[in-house]
């Protein structure tokens, strides 16, 4: 599997994240979201338990419009 670079987080300072790339797979779309662990109390306790294999970031919603970009591409190729 490989990951394209489709943004950073404008704000975001030289080398720091979030970041948001894309996938190759091809039995279905995925994305590598590179972000701020999260390790709010409240938050973690509202979401209830994390498998050991999984983990919580938190993606600023500006970084999304990567995805709404890439989205509205894939849709003006159909």
Not at 12 to 26: E, H, K, Y
Not at 51 to 66: A, G, Q, R, S, W
């Amino acid at each position: 599997m490989r990951a394209k670079f489709l943004g950073k987080d404008p704000e975001s300072l030289q080398g720091d994240s979030p970041t948001l790339f894309a996938t190759d797979r091809t039995d279905r779309t995925t994305y590598i979201a590179q972000g701020w662990k999260v390790t709010d109390p409240q938050v973690l306790a509202d979401v209830g338990p994390v498998p050991d294999h999984e983990t919580l970031i938190e993606i600023p919603e500006d970084v999304l419009t990567f995805y709404a970009r890439r989205y509205q591409q894939k849709e003006g190729d159909n």
